[in-house]
């Protein structure tokens, strides 16, 4: 009988490990945004297999990380994301009399293209991309 408990001790404990989960990110608590408008979250979502009745298939979201204000614009076509992210910070910049100094998305084309390097060089902007496949870098926007 011995030998039979200490097999069953055994299997419970490779049935307690399998049941673990992925840990989680830890929260950070320190932060380094004081204003509005500081860093900036962007994803694409789409395209949506049922377009709106105006033909747009893709969602772009941005979130301020201060406030936590979260700006949604609807496209017709993947291109248009980077001359609406353009318009969305000159605009903003303008009525809030602040400067983005930062922008976090994921790692994927419609961030990465010389149009916006060009414009986020001139107006002194840094990206931040996260790794591919981790959700979790970008959270922010994931989670809306």
């Not at 353009?86 to 602040?98: A, M, P, T």
């Amino acid at each position: 009988m011995p030998k039979l408990s200490f097999v069953k001790e055994k299997l419970c404990a490779a049935c307690e490990k399998r049941k673990l989960t992925k840990s989680s990110f830890k929260s950070k608590q320190c932060f380094s945004i004081s204003q509005p408008l500081q860093m900036l979250h962007m994803d694409l979502c789409g395209p949506v297999s049922t377009p709106s009745l105006g033909g747009r298939r893709y969602i772009l979201v941005i979130i301020d990380e201060f406030t936590r204000y979260t700006w949604v614009f609807f496209l017709r076509y993947k291109s248009d994301t980077t001359e609406e992210i353009v318009k969305f910070i000159k605009k903003s910049e303008v009525l809030n009399g602040q400067l983005v100094r930062s922008v976090r998305s994921d790692n994927r084309t419609e961030f990465k293209n010389s149009m916006l390097d060009d414009f986020f060089n001139k107006k002194g902007i840094s990206q931040n991309f996260s790794t591919v496949r981790t959700p979790q870098q970008n959270g922010v926007v994931e989670r809306c």
